[in-house]
């Protein structure tokens, strides 16, 4: 069973930073596909960035590119967003997920995950 734990929220004024981590429960951790998404009550999970495993590049959404900043560390099965630059749109909960099989065209797709953390609340405030 893999399991993925996020950490790192919080609130922060305007133009603050935050770094959210996930540490995933699984072996092979260097073969998988991680990924932060963010969900609002009145919005469907979107996507925020995705980083591919064994080097496969990262992605992000329009929105949060060149203020967040996703990597990974295998040695410690971790994954971390930087997010710089905060905007009160921001607001939300960040899921961590994880999944072993997805083709690149996938990575920005929730419903082709196959793990998901808690979620952990950012709110972005003046």
């Known amino acids: 069973q893999v399991q993925l734990v996020e950490s790192g929220g919080g609130s922060v004024q305007i133009g603050g930073s935050l770094t959210l981590s996930c540490v995933a429960s699984?072996?092979?951790?260097?073969?998988?596909?991680l990924g932060w998404f963010r969900q609002t009550p009145t919005k469907e999970r979107e996507f925020v960035a995705a980083?591919?495993?064994?080097?496969?590049?990262?992605f992000y959404a329009d929105s949060v590119k060149g203020r967040f900043t996703i990597s990974r560390d295998n040695a410690k099965n971790a994954v971390t967003l930087q997010m710089n630059n905060l905007r009160p749109e921001d607001t939300a909960i960040y899921y961590c997920?994880?999944?072993?099989?997805?083709?690149?065209?996938?990575?920005?797709?929730?419903?082709?995950?196959?793990?998901w953390g808690q979620g952990t609340q950012v709110t972005v405030s003046s």
């Open positions: 997920a994880a999944d072993q099989h997805l083709i690149q065209s996938s990575v920005r797709r929730y419903d082709q995950y196959d793990y």
């Open positions: 699984v072996s092979a951790f260097r073969r998988y596909t």
């Open positions: 980083i591919r495993g064994n080097g496969g590049g990262t």
